[in-house]
């Protein structure tokens, strides 16, 4: 009797059994045809990329730029003159407009009274000018802090 | 109950056994005796045969069952391969980028047309629907193809999609398309020389493409595994915005100076990495040229020159360097120098005796002809070998060139060798012996591909003193300040220079009306970090030049213009109102003894 009731529960299992790995094999034959989809999908993406990339080249390339930069652009070959380094920039202009100055224009004219703080905004101090000969040295950092200024509004 | 009865049953065949001659017949005993012998239990052969039945289905049963798993693996592998069998040709190649990661070349998918005519219907209907599709195949070429017996011929490669698309439509059997490889240089004519090119197959033919392929790649084409675009890009050292600018400069030098050719190399002197190369006239990659054509050579590693006044660098540094001439010393140029029925002169004469930088700045022939034979032809010859002049210059590219040295190399061929004639050589091999005498005295082999300094110290080679490296880099920066290079002081740079002009050989003779212009700059002279070539093959005198068409009125100006546009791109920055070359760079020369 018990015999018998294993046999029809062993029956099962292995029905259920049967069941189950054929819907894991069902299963897995799923994901693998999603994955050699996607891996094809992949594939176009990169082929797409690449080709993107190619034209990309093409339409960065500096002789092309440089053609529609002389057609539609008035800018002009950077010259060395107008590099400096930024130690050699001149100090910041005083704050006549603060948010705690209740008068702008009074700030102002307050300072244009002291002629003192005014000299010293556009000029380099004199540690930063490392040439020995004055005469010649003089010239450039008048020319470095002047060039990007006065180079900006012709352009 | 049947279990009960089973139970039951079992031992009552066993209890004749032990009697069997009597109750069974003769030769059912006699089989019994034989198949298993007269005495032995018959419930324990039973039950060990059953065993045995048992062993021998579960060995089936497993034997199957690994079956399964290897299936269930093995499936999933072979799905892959089905779907890349769609576009089957292997022949991927990796991208080629510029140091600064702009594409120079990449693989693009196109399709092709192919046929199999074994499958064709119609052979005539269908060539008629090809050639309308597609006027530019020749018609009776493909109906040849068409009617051909065997099982695969390509028609076209790389139609465009609407093509395809067209061809497709019209649904004829036997006609199929492939996804392939093509390789896309989207810079074209820009970078040609270095970079090579590819044939139809996508196998490298020329250049770095090629060199590509003896790093393995085409054994990977042949093995058919390089089918996918997996493969780390290829970066090189060379910067596509000086290239560019080198390119731009030389086009316009070349047409004004109506010259035949003109190139240029941008060589950075710490690490040898070649930052930019051109040589015009150049093509474009992406179309199919004639490999032949000798006007499209990479002049700089496949011709050999005669390099000119440039080589009286290598003669002043190889005095120098020995510390038996000093910048002190002087050398007799007063007449032209007579060896036997050869005269040398000096393109514009002194007419008295020349100190070394005099000889240097003038550019004198007599002075580095008597330079070089105070040395001795030995010493001549294993200073120039030691720079790398007199053998064949390897570098990544499969094309280069031996230089032409002279068999019997006599005493005429050192007075000439010392002035740049008699020796022809590799412009970029010169580069590299200049470069040497520049950065310090380390002779680095130049490279395509990026290499940092720390690389470059450990393939360097020390040639000279660096003593000798900063004499030399005085008297280059003295040159454009007051000699023939003056024509190429870009402010900001402190630019060196030496300049070139070389008599070409027309007929196994120096030609009076054409010459070969060059000039080599450094930037900075003080802290040399880029050295610069220019080569002008057969110049024109202009108006504008007074009629002259000496490396100064011609590469020099073209240097100084090419060196304005790329030291910004470099990195180099611009230092106004630097002292003269006496103050800066030979007075640091007599602190440091």
Redesign the interface.
């Known amino acids: 009797m018990i ?1 018998r009731v294993l046999n029809f529960l062993v029956i099962g299992a292995l029905v259920l059994a049967a069941a189950y790995v054929y819907r894991i ?1 069902f299963d ?1 034959t799923v994901q ?2 999603r ?2 989809k996607l ?2 999908e992949v ?1 176009r993406e ?2 797409d990329i ?2 993107l ?6 339409l ?4 092309r730029i ?1 053609t529609l930069a002389k057609r539609y652009l008035h800018l002009k ?5 107008q ?1 400096d ?1 930024l130690d050699r920039l001149p100090d910041r202009p005083p704050q006549d407009v603060t948010a705690a100055n209740q008068d702008p224009i009074g700030g102002i004219i307050e300072n244009l009274e002291q002629p003192g703080s005014l000299e010293t905004t556009g000029t380099v101090p004199p540690s930063a000018n490392e ?2 000969n004055p005469a ?2 003089a010239p ?1 950092p008048v020319s ?1 802090a002047q060039s990007p200024a006065g180079g900006a509004p012709n352009q | 109950m049947s279990a009960a009865a089973e139970t039951f049953r079992i031992p009552s065949p066993t209890r004749p056994d032990h009697i069997p001659s009597r109750e069974q017949p003769l030769r059912r005993w006699l089989i019994g005796k034989l198949l298993y012998g007269s005495n032995i239990d018959r419930s324990a052969k039973a039950r060990a045969r059953i065993g045995l039945a048992i062993l021998a289905f579960a060995a089936v049963y497993s034997i199957i069952a690994a079956r399964l798993v290897m299936f269930a693996i093995a499936s999933h592998s072979q799905t892959v391969h089905r779907v890349v069998s769609g576009d089957a040709i292997a022949t991927a190649r990796p991208d080629i980028l510029d140091r600064n990661g702009e594409v120079l070349a990449t693989d693009v998918r196109v399709p092709s047309l192919y046929a199999e005519p074994r499958r064709l219907i119609d052979v005539d209907e269908a060539a008629e629907l090809l050639t309308a599709d597609l006027p530019d195949l020749n018609a009776t070429e493909l109906r040849e193809r068409l009617a051909s017996k065997r099982g695969f011929v390509w028609l076209k490669r790389d139609i465009t999609p609407d093509q395809q698309h067209e061809i497709y439509r019209q649904g004829l059997p036997g006609i199929g398309f492939m996804n392939e490889n093509k390789r896309d240089y989207p810079n074209g004519a820009e970078v040609s020389h270095f970079l090579g090119r590819v044939d139809i197959d996508n196998q490298g033919i020329a250049g770095i493409e090629k060199w590509l392929d003896g790093q393995g790649l085409a054994a990977l084409h042949m093995a058919g595994l390089a089918t996918d675009r997996l493969q780390t890009p290829v970066q090189l050292a060379v910067d596509l915005r000086v290239q560019h600018a080198m390119r731009d400069e030389l086009v316009t030098a070349r047409a004004k100076f109506h010259a035949i050719a003109a190139a240029g190399v941008v060589l950075n002197v710490r690490t040898g990495e070649i930052v930019a190369m051109v040589s015009e006239p150049d093509f474009d990659p992406n179309k199919p040229q004639d490999p032949h054509d000798q006007t499209l050579i990479n002049r700089l590693t496949t011709g050999v020159y005669e390099m000119g006044s440039t080589f009286k660098a290598f003669t002043i540094a190889m005095a120098l360097d020995s510390g038996k001439v000093t910048l002190k010393s002087t050398f007799d140029a007063h007449n032209p120098l007579h060896y036997g029925k050869f005269d040398i002169h000096d393109f514009e004469p002194m007419q008295r005796a020349l100190s070394v930088p005099e000889i240097f700045t003038y550019s004198s022939n007599i002075g580095a002809a008597r330079i070089a034979m105070a040395m001795g032809i030995d010493a001549h010859k294993a200073f120039l070998k030691k720079l790398g002049q007199l053998d064949r210059l390897h570098t990544e590219l499969p094309e280069s060139a031996e230089p032409i040295v002279p068999k019997h190399w006599g005493e005429l061929n050192t007075m000439t060798i010392a002035f740049g004639h008699g020796l022809s050589v590799a412009p970029l091999q010169a580069v590299m012996g200049v470069a040497a005498l520049m950065n310090g005295g380390i002779l680095i082999p130049p490279t395509f591909l990026k290499r940092s300094e720390a690389e470059a110290e450990k393939l360097g080679r020390r040639v000279i003193k660096p003593e000798t490296s900063e004499m030399m880099r005085y008297l280059m920066r003295l040159n454009v300040e007051k000699g023939t290079a003056a024509k190429a002081d870009v402010p900001g740079y402190y630019i060196g220079g030496k300049t070139g002009t070389a008599d070409k050989v027309v007929f196994g003779r120096y030609s009076k009306t054409k010459v070969l212009t060059d000039f080599m700059a450094v930037l900075p002279a003080d802290q040399p970090r880029y050295l610069v070539l220019i080569m002008l093959d057969e110049p024109q005198a202009l108006p504008e030049t007074h009629g002259f068409k000496t490396s100064g009125w011609n590469a020099v100006p073209t240097g100084g213009a090419v060196v304005a546009r790329i030291a910004p791109l470099l990195g180099i920055e611009p230092r106004m109102d630097l002292p003269t070359a006496d103050q800066l760079i030979l007075a640091s020369l007599k602190e440091n003894r």
């Not at chain 1, 990339?53 to 093409?58: I, S, Y």
């Not at chain 1, 070959?77 to 003159?81: H, Y």
């Open positions: 015999l094999k897995s693998a045809e994955l050699a891996r094809s594939r990169r082929d690449a080709a990339r190619a034209e990309w080249g093409q960065d390339n500096p002789e440089e070959t950077i010259a060395p003159t590099f380094t040439t020995p010649s040295g450039s470095g």
